[in-house]
């Protein structure tokens, strides 16, 4: 009995949670056309994780991308760009690595940007996901909650995800490109720290060397193109472990 109700118990599951994820969606837009999402009734962007992103994107664009650093003069430059003070800080705590696509999303206007940002990660995301555990997963990813929270900040948890589901895809038949995925992943530093264990545990030198090669070129790239932001990164770390943990 419970074999062959197991079909519908998938198609109720599967229905579940693509009602759980369009009704995500729907309440975004709700959000977003009564000011409660990207921007606010004015019109000002509101204070979300995606500001800093941005923020630091425009500094980058201006030569300014060791003040992205500093949090006074980011706190600063947030407040000029909504408008108005704000308690509290956001700051730019990721590698000059990512500073490079942060500056490309600093190219649209700030809403363009945020929904672009968050659609086109979230897509990455779901589909590499559907590649690991079947079509299935793709909707039972964007159902969780944790998505509904990404979007609704434009926090990066998809970009860090799709980046991991792609890494894991890749590893077993293209060790080399999945190193490079895990070499990106570094703009998150923790994972620079863990995934080399892992690699190392499990043997899979051809894929640890290549991240270790990507993160080595990137390094040497920051400090070609971008020193002083290199060198404001490294001397803010102290500051991000005090204001992060």
Known sequence: MAKRNAPGRRRLARAATIGVALAYGGLLLWFGFT?????????????????????????????QAAGAYDLEALHRAQSA????????????????????????????????????????TASAGAALLARIAGGRAAWMGLALPPAMACAMIGQNGFFTAALFAGFLLLLPPAPLAAGLLAA???????????????????GHWRA???????????????????????????HALPQTTQSVL
């Open 35 to 63: 000011g409660r999402w990207i921007t606010d009734a004015t019109g000002a962007p509101r204070v979300r994780d995606f500001l800093p992103v941005y923020v630091a994107g425009r500094m980058a664009l201006r030569g």
């Open 184 to 202: 990106m992943l570094s703009y998150k530093p923790q994972f620079g720290l863990l995934i080399p264990v892992a690699l190392i545990a499990g």
């Open 81 to 120: 760009f909504i408008g108005h003070d704000f308690p509290g800080f956001l700051g730019w705590h990721y590698p000059p690595l990512f500073l490079s696509v942060a500056a490309l999303l600093a190219l649209l206007p700030y809403t363009a940007a945020f929904l672009l940002w968050v659609i086109a």
């Open 208 to 234: 640890f060397t290549a991240a270790a090669l990507g993160v080595a070129a990137w390094v040497c790239a920051c400090a070609l193109i971008a020193p002083s932001a290199l060198a404001a990164f490294l």
